[in-house]
C-alpha cells in the first residue's frame, strides 16, 4: 500500500508543480534579460554615477529627475519623438492597410508580393539609413536631383527640423510599412466573403467595403499593430544617429533638431558619460512610452462598425 | 566523463565563449591571439605581418571603427571590464577623458615604461600621465599642421600654384580669407575656398596658446579671445561664401574629395592619408601641401593603451611599445603619412627628405619636422572632444543658416559650461 501511496503523492506533486517547471525558462529569461536590467536601470537612475567610474557612484535620489524635467534639450528631445510618432506611426498603418487591401486581390505571383513587402523589414537597419542618408543628400542625393527636375531647389535635409523629421519618417515607414501589411493581410483573409457578397448586394461600392466592412472587423490586429508601432517609434535611436554621421552624430543635428530621446539617453550615456542622469531618460521615456501606447490604444479602439 | 557528458559541456563552453563576445584569449595552436582597437588609418597593417614574423607565437588582428564609434564603445566596455581591445587606440581628443581613471589601464611606468620616456616629444608623454603620475598611454603620431590644396584649382582661378608663392598667400587667417574671396570670384559652380567652417576654426583653435580649459581644468573658453577672434573671422568667411559648408569627416565630406567641391582642407598629417583614399589615384598630383596660416600647430595625433581587463597583458604592452618605437614610426610617417612623436626622427635625414608622390612630391617630411618643432603644445582639458565637437556644431549652425554668428557662439558657451 505504502508504495501505491508514495506514487499516488509523487503524481499529485507532478501535476501541481510540473506546470510551474515548464513556465519556468520564460519567467526566468524574462528576469535576466527583462525585469532585472529595467530595476537596475531605476536604481542606477538615483546616483549620481560616471559610466566608466562605477566605484565614485553615490545616491542622489531623485536629482536626476528634478534636473531633467529642468532641462530644455530633454524637453527638445520628447517633442522631436513625439512628431516623429505621429510622422512615423499613422502614415504606417494606413499604408499597411492600403497594401494589404492590393494583396488581398487576386493577382498573379502575389506570393512573391507578399514575400517582397517584409523585404524592406529584414534589411539592417544601418543599411537602410546610410543609403537613405546618400538620397537625402544636399548636394548629390537622388531626392534633391529629383526634385531639381521639378524646378525645386536644394533642401538641406539634415539641417531644417520639418525636413530631418520627414526624411526619418521616410525611412522607418519604408521599413515597417510591408511588416503590418501582412499582419493586416492574414487577418483581411479571414473575413468571410459573405460580408462582401451582401454588401455588394446592398450596392456598396469598394470604397465603403473596405471602410465599413474591411477596417472595423480588423479592429485588432489595427490595435496591436499601433502598439507595436507606438514602442517602436518611441525609442528611436539607430536613425537619426546615423542620418547624420561624425563626431557630433549623437546630438542629431546641429541644433539638435532631430535628436530623439533615446539619442539623448545615448549622448548622456556614452558621450558625456552620465550613466545616472542617462538611466533617469530612460525611465521617464519607459513611462511616457506606456502613456503614448495607452492614448493609441483608445484611439484605435473607437473604430467600430456603424 | 562520458563522450555525450564531454560534448554537452564542450557545447556549453562554446556557448560561454560566445556569450562573452570578443574578448581575446588563446588561439589554437597556443598562439597568443591580440588584438588591437583603431579607428581611421593607423597605417599598421605592414607592421603587424612584420612582427607576426619575428614573433611566431603572436597572432595579431586588428579592428576598426569610425572616430567616433571607437571611443564611444571604448568607454562601453571598460565600463563593464570586457569586450576590449588587447591594445586599444585613444585620440588625444579624449586622452584627458581616459586619464581621469587610470586604474582601468595599465600603468607603463610599472612595465618598463619609465625607461622609454626619453623617445617622445615631452609634452606628448605628459598627455596620457594621469594626475598621480600613472602613465596610461604609448604616443604614436602627433598631427602637426599644414593647408593641402587643389593646385589646378588654384590656377585656374588665377591665384600660384607653386607651394612657397602659396604660402607667401596666406602668412596669416586673416590673408587666407581674403585669397579665398579672390579665389571665389573666379572659381567654377560648386567649388568654395574651404571644406567647412569646423575644420578650419579647428587648426585654428589648435595654433592658440590656450585652448578651451585653463591649466586648473576650468572651461575659458568663453572668455578666450583667441578662439572668439578665429571664430568671428570663420563666420565672415562663412557668411562670404567661402565654405563648401561639409563637416569633416564625414561621408559627404569624403564625396567633396571626389567631386573637387572645395580648393582647400586643413591638413594634419594624418589628414593626408585620408584626402589620398578619398580623391583617389585620378586625382595624384592635383593635391598639394603648403605651411598653415599662423606658424606651427596641433590637430590630433593618438597613443595606444593597454586596458587592464585584457588577458594578455604582458604581450600586448611589448607590442604598444614596439609598434610606438621610433623605428616603426619612422615606417608608419613613409607609409601613411603620420607624423612621429619620436623628436629623434626630426633629424632624420630619411624622413627630412621624404617627399610625397602622390601630393606632387610636396616636402612633406621637412614640412611637417619643421612645424613639429615649432610647435607650442596647448593644454588640453578632461572634456577637450566633446567642446571641439560642440564649437563644430555651433559652426554648422551658422552654415545652416539656423542662427547668426553670435547667437550660435553663445548657445556654445552656454552648452559646454553646463
Given at each position: 500500500m505504502a508504495v501505491i501511496d508514495k506514487t499516488t503523492r509523487r503524481h499529485r506533486w507532478d501535476t501541481r508543480f510540473a506546470p510551474y517547471g515548464y513556465v519556468a525558462p520564460y519567467f526566468l529569461i524574462f528576469g535576466v534579460f527583462g525585469l532585472f536590467p529595467l530595476l537596475y536601470t531605476v536604481w542606477v537612475s538615483l546616483q549620481q554615477r560616471n559610466l566608466i567610474d562605477a566605484d565614485a557612484a553615490r545616491f542622489v535620489w531623485f536629482a536626476n529627475y528634478a534636473q531633467l524635467l529642468a532641462d530644455p534639450y530633454f524637453w527638445n528631445a520628447m517633442g522631436n519623438t513625439l512628431s516623429l510618432w505621429l510622422l512615423t506611426t499613422v502614415p504606417q498603418i494606413l499604408l499597411a492597410l492600403w497594401i494589404a487591401q492590393l494583396l488581398n486581390r487576386k493577382v498573379r505571383t502575389r506570393t512573391l508580393f507578399r514575400m517582397g513587402v517584409i523585404l524592406p523589414n529584414i534589411t539592417s537597419v544601418a543599411a537602410v539609413t546610410i543609403i537613405f542618408a546618400q538620397l537625402f543628400g544636399r548636394d548629390f542625393g537622388l531626392i534633391n536631383w529629383s526634385l531639381g527636375l521639378f524646378g525645386a531647389g536644394q533642401i538641406d535635409w539634415q539641417a531644417g527640423t520639418a525636413s530631418s523629421h520627414i526624411a526619418i519618417a521616410v525611412m522607418v515607414v519604408w521599413r515597417w510599412s510591408g511588416y503590418h501589411a501582412l499582419i493586416f493581410l492574414a487577418s483581411m483573409q479571414a473575413i468571410p466573403s459573405s460580408l462582401y457578397e451582401a454588401a455588394t448586394l446592398d450596392g456598396a461600392n469598394g470604397r465603403q467595403q473596405f471602410w465599413r466592412i474591411t477596417v472595423p472587423l480588423l479592429r485588432p490586429q489595427i490595435i496591436f499593430s499601433t502598439i507595436i508601432a507606438t514602442t517602436g517609434n518611441m525609442r528611436l535611436l539607430a536613425e537619426p544617429l546615423l542620418f547624420n554621421p561624425g563626431a557630433a552624430a549623437a546630438t542629431g543635428g546641429s541644433d539638435r533638431q532631430f535628436q530623439t530621446a533615446a539619442l539623448y539617453l545615448y549622448e548622456q550615456g556614452f558621450t558625456k558619460y552620465e550613466f545616472g542622469y542617462s538611466s533617469a531618460i530612460a525611465v521617464v521615456l519607459a513611462i511616457a512610452t506606456v502613456i503614448v501606447a495607452g492614448l493609441g490604444y483608445f484611439v484605435t479602439k473607437r473604430i467600430r462598425t456603424e | 566523463m562520458r563522450p555525450k557528458a564531454l560534448a554537452l559541456g564542450c557545447a556549453a563552453l562554446a556557448a560561454a565563449v560566445v556569450l562573452s563576445g570578443c574578448g581575446s584569449g588563446t588561439a589554437s595552436g597556443g598562439k597568443t591571439k591580440l588584438t588591437i582597437g583603431l579607428f581611421?588609418?593607423?597605417?599598421?597593417a605592414e607592421l603587424f605581418k612584420e612582427y607576426m614574423a619575428a614573433h611566431p607565437d603572436v597572432e595579431i588582428s586588428d579592428r576598426t571603427a569610425s572616430y567616433s564609434d571607437h571611443h564611444k564603445n571604448l568607454a562601453a566596455h571598460l565600463a563593464t571590464s570586457s569586450g576590449n581591445a588587447d591594445i586599444e587606440a585613444v585620440d588625444t581628443g579624449y586622452i584627458n577623458q581616459f586619464k581621469a581613471t587610470p586604474d582601468k589601464f595599465v600603468d607603463f611606468n610599472t612595465k618598463g615604461g619609465e625607461q622609454l620616456k626619453d623617445r617622445w616629444l615631452p609634452w606628448k608623454w605628459e598627455?596620457?600621465?594621469?594626475?598621480?603620475?600613472?602613465?596610461?598611454g604609448y604616443g604614436t603620431d602627433v598631427g602637426g599642421l599644414a593647408i593641402c590644396y587643389r593646385r589646378d584649382l588654384l590656377q585656374n582661378a588665377?591665384?600660384?600654384?607653386?607651394r612657397d608663392q602659396v604660402a607667401a598667400l596666406w602668412p596669416t587667417w586673416k590673408d587666407f580669407m581674403a585669397a579665398g574671396k579672390k579665389f571665389q570670384e573666379k572659381a567654377p559652380e560648386g567649388v568654395k575656398w574651404f571644406d567647412g567652417g569646423p575644420s578650419v576654426l579647428n587648426a585654428i583653435v589648435g595654433q592658440?596658446?590656450?585652448?578651451?580649459?585653463?591649466k586648473s581644468d576650468k572651461i575659458i573658453v568663453g572668455e578666450n579671445k583667441d578662439i572668439k577672434d578665429g571664430w568671428d573671422l570663420v563666420v565672415d568667411g562663412v557668411n562670404s561664401g567661402l565654405s563648401s559648408k561639409l563637416l569633416y569627416s564625414t561621408p559627404v565630406w569624403n564625396t567633396g574629395f571626389k567631386q573637387g567641391q572645395f580648393a582647400t582642407v586643413t591638413c594634419p598629417a594624418w589628414q593626408m592619408a585620408k584626402i589620398k583614399d578619398q580623391a583617389g589615384p585620378e586625382a595624384a598630383g592635383k593635391w598639394d601641401v603648403t605651411s598653415v596660416p599662423g606658424g606651427g600647430g596641433n590637430w590630433g595625433g593618438s597613443y595606444l593603451t593597454v586596458p587592464k581587463s585584457g588577458k594578455n597583458i604582458d604581450k600586448a604592452v611589448e607590442l604598444a611599445a614596439w609598434l610606438t618605437a621610433p623605428e616603426q614610426q619612422a615606417k608608419v610617417f613613409k607609409s601613411a603619412g603620420l607624423l612621429p612623436s619620436t623628436p629623434k626622427l626630426y633629424e632624420d635625414p630619411a624622413i627630412v627628405d621624404y617627399k610625397n608622390p602622390y601630393f606632387n612630391d610636396a616636402p612633406i617630411g621637412k614640412l611637417f619636422t619643421d612645424a613639429a618643432k615649432k610647435l607650442n603644445p596647448q593644454y588640453q582639458g578632461p572634456k577637450a572632444g566633446d567642446i571641439q565637437t560642440a564649437i563644430g556644431s555651433a559652426m554648422q549652425r551658422v552654415e545652416q543658416g539656423k542662427q547668426n554668428g553670435e547667437e550660435s557662439w553663445n548657445q556654445f558657451v552656454a552648452d559646454v559650461q553646463k
Open positions: - | 581611421g588609418n593607423f597605417g599598421y598627455g596620457s600621465l594621469s594626475k598621480d603620475g600613472k602613465q596610461i588665377g591665384l600660384p600654384a607653386d592658440t596658446p590656450v585652448g578651451y580649459y585653463d
